[in-house]
């Protein structure tokens, strides 16, 4: 990487090894509670889709940092398909979240009382087209409300925050978020780029219908729109809109910045998570040992000799 590029580099990635965050997205966690104040009261917590574990950082900085409160009553559950590498006060489960065995681990190790804040960073991988992003994201984030009606607690005060991509159908997605909880808010980080579609949902006080029963096959409940008339006039829906974190001296995320600010010297922060088995792993060790491109061209070689005999 060349000095120019390095000048570049994304201040808040600078500030996240900095801190000692896994990942800038724990910016946009803290940039919520500064608004929302999601952790007053919260003994009882569920990362969903928690790898790389910045948001079950900030989890276990916050929680654990009010020396009034009784540190045994507070539980950080962490869930990710993937492998994470531990934390401290975390408990991680490696499961899927459109599974009701996951949830019922979740209970568990809450003694089978039910969480105060379930929260959801996770996003698939995108393709750039928006309208397929934005649905993806939708049934992901219906996904993680499904499970969410099984284990988050009954309660004016139960929060759960999830991931979204803000598009034009965003009014559909949040008449569903709506049936469960009493408010619903749109939020924008300030270090959530602001060329992003990316924003979070904050859902406070879980009441879902009387007659509803949590199960892990219909996250929706059933509404149908047979024109778009029916979202003209009274049924039409403008969601709240919220940034989130201070505007005026906060760093913008659409902008760059030198390494050196304030006449600073910038010092290099190693990585404070090493991937634990990267994709590009193989690949590294064929390069070390000078046989990369030796391996690929003696692969083609053979493709090359098997189609000629076959011919």
């Known amino acids: 990487m060349g000095r120019a590029s390095k000048d570049k580099r994304d201040i808040y990635y600078r500030l996240a090894k900095e801190n000692g965050w896994r990942a800038r997205s724990a910016f946009k966690l803290l940039q919520i509670n500064e608004e929302f104040n999601i952790f007053e009261n919260v003994t009882k917590v569920v990362d969903l889709c928690a ?11 916050e929680l654990y940092k009010d020396s009034e409160r009784d540190n045994s009553q507070v539980k950080i559950v962490a869930v990710d398909l993937q492998k994470m590498a531990p934390l401290d006060n975390v408990i991680q489960i490696q499961g899927d979240i459109t599974k009701l065995e996951t949830a019922e ?3 568990s190790h809450f003694q ?14 995108v393709t750039g087209l928006h309208d397929i992003d934005e649905f993806i994201q939708a049934q992901l984030v219906l996904a993680a409300l499904n499970i969410t009606t099984h284990v988050l607690k ?14 034009k159908d965003i009014t559909l997605l949040y008449s569903q978020l709506k049936c469960f909880f009493n408010k619903v808010t749109v939020s924008k980080p300030r270090s959530s780029r602001n060329s992003s579609i990316e924003a979070f949902v904050v859902c406070e006080g879980y009441q879902p219908p009387v007659d509803y029963v949590p199960n892990m096959r219909n996250p929706l409940l059933d509404q149908k729109y047979s024109s778009l008339d029916e979202l003209e006039g009274s049924t039409r829906i403008i969601v709240p809109f919220i940034a989130c974190g201070d505007l005026n001296t906060s760093y ?11 006449g600073k010297e910038y010092n290099f922060h190693t990585p404070l998570c090493q991937p634990i088995s990267p994709p590009y792993e193989k690949a590294k060790l064929l390069r070390q040992q000078n046989q990369l491109g030796k391996i690929h061209d003696e692969e083609n070689s053979s493709k090359l000799s098997d189609l000629t005999i076959s011919n």
Do not use: H, M, N
């Open 252 to 262: 913008d995320s659409d902008k760059t910045y030198p390494l050196c600010l304030d």
């Open 112 to 125: 089978g009382e039910k969480a105060d804040l379930v929260i959801c960073d996770g996003a698939p991988d």
């Open 105 to 107: 681990q979740i209970i």
């Open 154 to 167: 009954i309660s004016p005060t139960s929060r759960f925050i999830a991931k979204i991509f803000r598009g």
């Open 51 to 61: 790898a790389p574990g910045s948001w079950s950082q900030v989890l276990s900085r």
